[in-house]
T-cell receptor, first 116, second 114 residues
Framework: AQKVTQAQTEISVVEKEDVTLDCVYE???????LFWYKQPPSGELVFLIR??????QNEISGRYSWNFQKSTSSFNFTITASQVVDSAVYFC?????????????FGTGTRLQVTL | DSGVTQTPKHLITATGQRVTLRCSPR?????VYWYQQSLDQGLQFLIQ???????AKGNILERFSAQQFPDLHSELNLSSLELGDSALYFC?????????????FGSGTRLTVV
């Protein structure tokens, strides 16, 4: 069975600090996809990144970066120079690939609070 | 606007009642997913449809049912509602069902059972 663990329930930082959100996953599949979603106070789920299991290249998008390490089954997310607008709940999720059938298994989320 | 439309945005109903949540997928997407987000269970997958057929099922209660219509919109029916069914219900869609297409979420329907 698939499992995603986000051990950090809540993180508080001061604006401009860097912060890393941890994600550890479990799956028996060799082909799978990992995702990060942001849920701001307004409630919607905003897609941030998708990474497949064969692509271990780290990715940077503006202030956001992701570190995927298959050896440790981790897909960590770093926000550099955090801003108040980054305050949200962040979810890591895993999806196996089985043709036209798929589903996301979400972690419990990490609430990030960025203050001035 | 993600392109996935969910109605209504908010719903308040009494225990024992039945409600229907509606989802219109992003234009061109054939697959629809339903998720429930509650305080105690977190974000949980309920069910997936692809081009009108059920493709995957999660921990969906027997009191809940769903379908996808020929025009590809989907409805989630919740009956004999209990207080514990209060949650945010999300619909997501993608092109052809596989994870490689990603998932686009709607803004959700917040259901409150009183």
């Amino acid at each position: 069975a698939q499992k995603v663990t986000q051990a950090q329930t809540e993180i508080s930082v001061v604006e401009k600090e860097d912060v890393t959100l941890d994600c550890v996953y479990e799956t028996r599949d060799t082909t799978y996809y990992l995702f990060w979603y942001k849920q701001p106070p307004s409630g919607e789920l905003v897609f941030l990144i998708r990474r497949n299991s064969f692509d271990e290249q780290n990715e940077i998008s503006g202030r956001y970066s992701w570190n995927f390490q298959k050896s440790t089954s981790s897909f960590n997310f770093t926000i550099t120079a955090s801003q108040v607008v980054d305050s949200a709940v962040y979810f890591c999720a895993l999806s196996e690939v089985t043709g036209t059938a798929s589903k996301l298994t979400f972690g419990t989320g990490t609430r990030l609070q960025v203050t001035l | 606007d993600s392109g996935v439309t969910q109605t209504p945005k908010h719903l308040i109903t009494a225990t024992g009642q039945r409600v229907t949540l509606r989802c219109s997928p992003r234009s061109g997407d054939l697959s629809v997913y339903w998720y429930q987000q509650s305080l105690d269970q977190g974000l949980q997958f309920l069910i997936q449809y692809y081009n009108g057929e059920e493709r995957a099922k999660g921990n969906i209660l027997e009191r809940f049912s769903a379908q996808q219509f020929p025009d590809l919109h989907s409805e989630l029916n919740l009956s004999s509602l209990e207080l514990g069914d209060s949650a945010l219900y999300f619909c997501a869609s993608n092109l052809a069902g596989g994870a490689n297409y990603g998932y686009t979420f709607g803004s959700g329907t917040r259901l409150t059972v009183v």
